[in-house]
């Protein structure tokens, strides 16, 4: 038989970083999660991942017992990344950040496609080049 879900909880941590210090710890605690075997679970899974941001989505059952889903890293963290800033811009329209090419916004948009709400890569670069250009990013 099916164990009954009671919560489902999302969080967003550092692969291969995560401690049991708030916010993790505040958001898990109240779910009856333990938290130290979770953060050593999750950092065990995100090893390869470190340097990203990855969302992860928690089912936790009747019983206390839980599953998570890792998700793929961020976009606005992929781009960073593949510019090498620290940040986005506070005013996009007007100071940019940096300039990404048709190549890399694919990588990006291949990478991020099973988290994605499009059916091919062509409609992922769209949504991909839409966060760029918040962030003060030029597509070239």
Do not use: H, W
């Amino acid at each position: 038989m099916a164990k009954k879900v009671t919560k489902k909880i999302k969080i967003i941590a550092p692969a291969g970083k995560a401690t049991p210090a708030p916010p993790l710890g505040t958001t898990l605690g109240p779910a009856g999660i333990n938290i130290g075997e979770f953060v050593k679970k999750f950092n065990d899974a995100t090893r390869e991942m470190v340097g990203d941001t990855i969302p992860c989505v928690i089912t936790i059952y009747e019983d206390r017992s839980y599953d998570f889903e890792l998700k793929t890293p961020l976009a606005s963290g992929l781009i960073l990344k593949m510019l090498k800033a620290e940040k986005g811009s506070g005013k996009p329209n007007t100071s940019k950040i940096g300039t990404i090419t048709k190549d890399q916004l694919r990588a990006i948009a291949e990478q991020k496609l099973p988290d994605l709400n499009a059916t091919d890569v062509e409609a992922a670069m769209k949504i991909i080049a839409g966060t760029a250009r918040s962030m003060g990013v030029d597509v070239k």
